[in-house]
């Protein structure tokens, strides 16, 4: 939800925002702008375009055009302000005295807005950020007047401002009278510090990690309510107290080119095409080999001891999205495998819903960014309530890896395309190991069990390899059924898993709706829909559900459905039924959802290509969802 990007140094900072900005279009793309401090000229130019990011590149000749060497720059996902110019960001008071760049909401701008009109400041915008941006030059006027430096009356008025505004904010601020001086604050929405060295000489601010990778791997994460100071030579952090604290960089492991197309027509695609590697990597550190050549699991990290681990009463799955179907899957692993009771709940209904949790409960949190407003507060009101919570996280140092008792850290690498595919399939991988040791501390698996199961995880990265080499036939299949107006997902057990994923992948980048079932459920209301023509995708890969699934497919066929089957090799037989059918290779039954995905999200990939739709950046969404 927009991405911040800032930088004070010696190189001209609007054609670095611009690059940054281009890094973290994901997180938002109907408007654009940016704001350079010219020293020369001694004002702040500010330019906006409505629009993808590519119409202000085209404005300001890549930034050529904007001088001066202390700048931020803005990617909105609006939220409060229909998307144009006027409401694009950087929002600013009269003279550009203070200049803010906001990702975030805040929720009591109506009262702030009210309060500043009293005071005779007039609004432009229907943005909630510009109250923030008001209500700083407001506390900048006020700190003014009592004699304050120029650094110590910022803090000052920023100290307020936080105080004072209720919602989540990260925000980069320029004040108009201290040239070469950056200012970046946080509550709930995140920021980094980057440190730049050598000819580039100064320091970034940007909303994650791939804005600034080009030119550091060096990052500070900015904590809740902490106030950065930066210029060309220092960084000083303050709390919210306005003392100085100490903060330590961090030094990123992976490069640019992973942020890379790679040759790829798109993210999504390359993204698909590592899962082999990125369920490998989140596998194998945490599988090692005994002395009596037998492999066990090794899950230390997570600091839970085994005792802690083979008392826990109930497991509590928390996700949103495609996170929420992992726990949907993580719900069977668990209970088949441990023998332990799960709930799973979508994060924005968990928090509200005054939640009964048992004390020796165990929360699981699923966000491949870390940074998901709902998925935080969850985590959140569970700690508050003193549960023991346990966070499967892609982001390293994000919000919620920080916050969690414990982090079981997914390897996908940085994620670009809004829709997810190899951040799902690490947190499927990540639930499976957990699964394993849960039931093995418990008691619930035999050995003989145990390391079967770890073979099985260990082989799904080349069985994936496996699907992917069969993709032209989904390809082929995807452009056939481009022009299609309903399709329904249906299966059972995990099977009605996959089929949430599967749809989901659909409508968020194709925009053609669908709707995942309990296969058993369709007769129950939703099958009152099909008729001649409908595509139903029928996932069948549960030996044990394999012919009832068939029954509920022969069912919406005699309805008039086009039928598409989903299964493991050897079920034949689902070709008497079904109009094209998908193979994926044998495997445990409960790690299946990891094979038959990749079809799914191929599907919706070629289907979303064949209309000529903008696959990695479809309209409306964000990747990281940092509002409720
Ligand atoms: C999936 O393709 C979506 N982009 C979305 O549903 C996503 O899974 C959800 O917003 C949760 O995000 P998180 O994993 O970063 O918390």
Request: hydrophobic letters at 40%; a negative charge; glycine letters at 8%.
């Amino acid at each position: 939800m927009c991405g911040i990007v800032g930088y004070v140094g010696t190189r001209q900072a609007a054609p670095i925002l611009l690059d940054g900005l281009s890094r973290l279009e994901y997180r938002g793309y109907d408007s654009a702008g940016i704001a350079v401090r010219d020293e020369e000229n001694e004002h702040v130019e500010v330019v906006k375009a409505k629009g993808r990011l590519k119409n202000l590149m085209e404005m300001t000749d890549s930034g050529h055009a904007v001088r001066g060497t202390c700048g931020v720059g803005h990617t909105r996902w609006a939220t409060h302000g229909e998307p144009s110019t006027i409401n694009a960001h950087p929002h600013y008071s009269r003279e550009k005295r203070v200049v803010v760049v906001h990702n975030g909401i805040i929720e009591n701008y109506q009262d702030i807005k009210d309060m500043l009109v009293r005071k005779g400041y007039a609004f432009r915008t229907q943005t909630d950020t510009e109250a923030a941006a008001l209500l700083l030059d407001s506390y900048y006027t006020e700190a003014g007047k009592k004699g304050l430096g120029p650094r110590e009356r910022a803090l000052d008025a920023i100290r307020n401002m936080m105080i004072r505004v209720r919602g989540s904010y990260a925000l980069g601020i320029l004040f108009g009278d201290q040239p070469g001086v950056m200012y970046a604050t946080r509550k709930d929405s995140p920021l980094i510090i980057g440190r730049c060295d050598g000819e580039m000489r100064g320091h970034m601010i940007a909303s994650d990690v791939p804005a600034v990778l080009s030119y550091t791997r060096n990052v500070v994460y900015i904590d809740n309510l902490e106030i950065a100071c930066l210029t060309q030579e220092e960084m000083r952090v303050y709390n919210i107290d306005c003392e100085q604290i100490d903060k330590a960089f961090v030094e990123i492991k992976w490069d640019a080119a992973s942020a890379e197309k790679d040759g790829y027509e798109h993210f999504m695609i390359k993204e698909i095409h590592e899962q082999p590697r990125a369920v490998r990597d989140t596998l194998s550190p945490r599988i090692k080999e005994r002395e009596d050549g037998q492999k066990c699991l090794d899950l230390s990290e997570l600091e839970l001891p085994d005792e802690e681990l083979a008392g826990v009463s109930r497991v509590y799955l928390i996700g949103c999205g495609s996170a929420y179907h992992v726990g949907t899957a993580a719900r069977t692993v668990i209970e088949r495998l441990a023998h332990i009771p799960c709930e799973v709940d979508l994060a924005s209904e968990f928090r509200y819903r005054d939640p009964i949790l048992e004390p020796r409960g165990l929360v699981i949190i699923i966000s491949q960014s870390g940074e998901t407003a709902d998925s935080l507060a969850a985590l959140r009101l569970c700690r508050e309530r003193g549960m023991r919570t346990l966070a499967i996280v892609n982001v390293v140092g994000s919000s919620i890896a920080r916050e969690a008792d414990a982090v079981m850290y997914t390897w996908a690498g940085p994620e670009i395309s809004v829709a997810t595919t190899k951040a799902y399939s690490t947190q499927l991988a990540a639930i499976y190991l957990i699964a394993t040791k849960l039931a093995a501390v418990r008691g619930q698996i035999s050995p003989e069990r145990e390391q079967q199961l770890i073979e099985d995880m260990l082989a799904l990265p080349d069985k994936i390899e496996r699907v992917l080499s069969d993709k032209e036939r989904v390809q082929w299949y995807a452009n056939k059924m481009a022009a299609c107006k309903d399709v329904f997902f249906i299966g059972r057990g995990l099977d009605h898993a996959i089929s949430l994923e599967g749809s989901l992948k659909l409508k968020e980048i194709s925009y053609i709706h669908s709707e995942a079932y309990a296969a058993g459920e369709l007769k129950h209301g939703t099958i009152s829909l099909i008729e001649d023509g409908v595509l139903v995708v029928g996932v069948a890969t549960q030996p044990d559900l394999f012919e009832k699934v068939v029954s509920n497919m022969v069912e919406v066929r005699s309805r008039g459905a086009y039928l598409f089957g989903l299964t493991t090799y050897g079920q034949y037989a689902i070709e008497d039924t079904v109009n094209f059918t998908v193979y994926v290779p044998r495997t445990e039954p409960l790690f299946a959802t990891s094979l038959a995905v990749v079809p799914l999200q191929l599907l919706a990939y070629y289907i979303s290509c064949a209309k000529g739709l903008d696959v990695d950046k479809p309209r409306n969404l964000a990747k990281s969802v940092t509002v409720e």
